[in-house]
Nanobody, 126 residues
């Protein structure tokens, strides 16, 4: 069982930046595909970004491409989401997730992830 804990959310003005962090309770993220999702009130959970364990390839959702960057600490004990040029539509609860590696394809749907954090709220003001 892997417990994930997000931090770094808060209130930010449109055009500003924010960095989210996620830590794992056990051996860290070694051997897992990891990702960020978000969910706004009344909407389905949306894929934001993923980082594959094999080859450290990255995948991004279309709505944040070019503005957000996913990264992982060298010690494999933390996952980050750097959010730049944020917009009001980025307002949501952000969740980190981890999935055991099952293939070379990086999963991008929520159903493919095994472990989830409790979420951290990001609110972007105009």
């Amino acid at each position: 069982q892997v417990q994930l804990i997000e931090s770094g959310g808060g209130l930010v003005q449109a055009g500003g930046s924010l960095k989210l962090s996620c830590t794992a309770s056990t051996r860290g993220f070694a051997g897992y595909n990891v990702a960020w999702f978000r969910q706004a009130p009344g909407k389905e959970r949306e894929f934001v970004a993923a980082l594959g364990w094999i080859g450290s390839r990255e995948e991004y959702g279309d709505s944040i491409l070019g503005r957000f960057t996913i990264s992982r600490a060298d010690a494999m004990d933390a996952l980050y989401l750097q959010m730049n040029n944020v917009r009001p539509e980025d307002t949501a609860a952000y969740y980190c997730a981890a999935a055991a590696v099952r293939s070379t394809i990086i999963p991008v749907t929520a159903e493919q992830y095994d472990y989830w954090g409790q979420g951290t709220q990001v609110t972007v003001s105009t």
